[in-house]
């Protein structure tokens, strides 16, 4: 009889915890690719691998992401990482949150991978540096995927959604005055755009 209470009982405990625990919002990325990219290029090569990285992290349910072609149309506002004004608009049109630029440089023996981490919501971005020997290319390139994987994870990692909610709430209550455009609350913790004006 004992057992059968012992058993019940940690039956009850681990669905309360597994119903209590808290939910997350999976921040979504993007990257951000040039206008023009030569295919099998080593600039190519390395835009391909990023993209790579993102799309692993997605199907472990660790980031989320936006289709291009719904965010495209407001690139105009990403010309200028320096304007929050700009970061905070393209965050709540599009809830992309982060970004991963990138710029390849070709040195004598090596090239140098500059990437920024750019964080939208919270007006911010790291810049961090990565060279890949020409002369072995293949095994620098598997460690330029871990060293990608390891930094979107530490820079875009989940938040818990009370809090997303509470700061997306906080950034809409701090651009009310902004006749720019127009944003309306939607259910829960998203947005909805009312009008954008181009003025």
Known sequence: MKI???LLLNVFFSLFFLYAKDDYYFKNVILLEKNVIIPNSIEGIIYKETQSCID????????????????????????????????????LITKIWGIVDIDVLEKVD????????????????????????????????????????ESIKKYFNKINIKEYSKKVSEKRDSIKENKDFEILLSFGTGFSMGSISTK
Do not use: A, C, G
Request: glycine share 0%; aromatic share 22%.
């Open 4 to 6: 059968k209470i012992i």
């Open 56 to 91: 692993i992290l997605i199907s472990q349910n660790f980031i989320n992401t936006v289709p291009k072609s719904k965010w495209i149309l407001y690139k105009k506002y990403l010309t200028d990482f320096d304007n929050k004004e700009n970061l905070t608009s393209f965050f």
């Open 110 to 149: 090596s090239y140098l991978i500059q990437l920024k981490f750019i964080d939208t919501f919270d007006d911010y971005f790291y810049l961090k540096e990565f060279y890949i020997n020409k002369y072995n290319l293949l095994n620098d390139i598997i460690r330029y995927k871990e060293f990608v994987i």
